[in-house]
């Protein structure tokens, strides 16, 4: 009963979920007044905004996708104190050797937040951006352009980051 409860409202299982970890992260405390606070306005949240996109709607609930996303934050944090540091170095250098432009690349996700999720990585690490999306086409604005084929640039830039999301999100 429960079981089917929780299947037919999933969507607002996980956002509720997402809401009060958020909640609790951010109240730095597990009183019950300030929990059921929490919970009152994450319900409603949840409520009112089931049909949009969250972390988990399109998310697989396998130990497999949960590793995958463990692996994931790592792969992230690792490159985004790599950019960090290139970028750093550009900005230091005398030169400023930079070549900014713009570059298509490719992306073999099927779901809408897969994509976001993705399209989202490549803005947060520094020297990249991310400007359009066009079906499987992203298109990447670069602050040093290493190349400007399709395929090299994916391989750089997307390849990464996809591993991880195609097992949490296909």
């Known amino acids: 009963m429960i079981s089917d409860i929780l299947e037919r409202h999933r969507q607002i299982v996980g956002v509720f979920a997402a809401l009060m970890i958020f909640w609790v992260l951010l109240n730095g405390t597990v009183a019950p007044d300030v929990l059921a606070l929490g919970a009152v306005v994450a319900l409603l949240i949840s409520v009112a905004f089931k049909d949009t996109l969250s972390f988990f709607s399109d998310f697989r609930f ?101 591993r991880f999301l195609e097992v949490m999100y296909g």
């Open 62 to 162: 396998t130990p497999a996708a949960v590793w995958a996303t463990v692996l994931y934050f790592a792969y992230f944090f690792k490159e985004l104190v790599v950019a960090n540091l290139k970028l750093s170095a550009v900005v230091l250098h005398p030169a400023l050797p930079i070549k900014p432009g713009l570059v298509k690349v490719r992306t073999n996700l099927k779901t809408p937040m897969g994509r976001l999720l993705l399209a989202n990585s490549i803005t947060l690490t520094p020297g990249t951006l991310s400007v359009e999306m066009d079906g499987q086409w992203l298109y990447v604005h670069w602050v040093v352009m290493e190349t400007d084929d399709v395929d090299e640039a994916t391989a750089k830039i997307v390849r990464g980051f996809e």
